[in-house]
């Protein structure tokens, strides 16, 4: 594969974030993250603080303070912070959010009681985390529901009192997707139309309450499947200077159980740790980087 010659100096400079979603969810995912962090090209990591193993996650993170860390925030296929009797018409008696995004993102969006329980489990999941004492990277959302417009709007309500510098949109070109990938086409169709238009919504409000966003994130097209082969194709066609890739990278002990299809988190961790794409990155001009210093960089 022919590598993109290095950016003269008067080229604009370009930084990647490379993400770990799921920090938290399992000591596995805990396991790959951290890994991808020592040995490989990750930079920051996305927490789920229900998860069960967060305070694992929260002591890992403590002892590798160059790992960037978020709040995952969950909405959908999780854990409340808050008891069920709080918020009733957000999970059931048990505490579980649904676990079809669809059926809750059209409830979050027509149900008017839905509207002042969200704000409290928000909150919630912002205060658990800011208790762990781990300065806050980002926020970013288990299956994106942080775009959804009623959830975003209530991130935007609280990005003062909890010092949101940075969120997530995801904005990927499907025909860069297409050139390396043409499985699941309908999928990523709908996906590109869907995401394409939350993210127009999230630019405007974002930009307008000085919150930073990536120019392009890639993973949403991918999902399962950011593998080494993947992204060798992908990094010489990207033009935006300020990108974030995320995946879900993991070492699965048996017995454990799965956030995504099976061998898909060593597949990611692999594409995490292999030289060829650091090298990659490198010879295209990416530094790596987190959020956490509020990059800035012009269109």
């Known amino acids: 594969m022919t590598q ?3 950016p003269s100096p008067q ?3 370009r930084f990647a974030i490379i993400n770990g979603d799921d920090f ?5 995912v805990n396991q790959g993250i ?5 040995q490989g090209i990750l930079t920051s990591t996305s927490l789920m603080v229900t998860g069960d193993a967060a305070l694992e996650a929260i002591a890992l993170a403590q002892n590798h ?3 960037a860390v978020g709040l995952h925030l969950v909405l959908v296929c999780g854990r409340s912070v808050l008891p069920p009797e709080q918020i009733p018409h957000l999970v059931d008696s048990q505490g579980n959010f649904s676990d079809s995004a669809f059926l809750a993102g059209l409830r979050y969006q027509f149900h008017p009681a839905t509207r002042g329980e969200l ?21 970013d959302g288990h299956l994106h529901l942080h775009v959804h417009p009623v959830v975003l709007q209530i991130l935007v309500e609280l990005a003062q009192e909890f010092k949101i510098r940075f969120i997530r949109l995801p904005a990927e070109e499907l025909s860069k997707n ?3 990938n043409r499985q699941n086409l309908l999928t990523k169709l709908l996906w590109s139309l869907v995401f394409g238009a939350l993210r127009r919504y999230g630019e405007t409000m974002l930009t307008s309450h000085g919150i930073s966003f990536a120019q392009r994130v890639y993973g949403l097209l991918q999902t399962g499947n950011v593998t080494e082969e993947y992204l060798l194709g992908l990094i010489p066609q990207i033009q935006a200077n300020l990108i974030e890739i995320y995946c879900h990278p993991a070492a699965f002990p048996d017995g454990e159980p799965l956030n995504g299809p099976p061998g898909a988190g ?14 990659l990155l490198t010879a295209n001009g990416f530094e790596l980087v987190s959020a956490r210093g509020r990059l800035t960089v012009d269109s």
């Open 266 to 279: 060593e597949a990611e961790l692999a594409a995490l740790l292999s030289q060829q794409v650091r090298e």
């Open 34 to 38: 951290i890994r991808a962090h020592q």
């Open 11 to 13: 080229s604009p400079r």
């Open 178 to 180: 297409l050139k390396l």
């Open 4 to 6: 993109s010659p290095v």
């Open 119 to 139: 704000r409290q489990e928000i909150r919630a999941q912002l205060t658990k985390f800011q208790a762990s004492g781990l300065p806050l990277s980002h926020v």
């Open 24 to 28: 938290g969810f399992s000591g596995g």
């Open 65 to 67: 303070p160059n790992l």
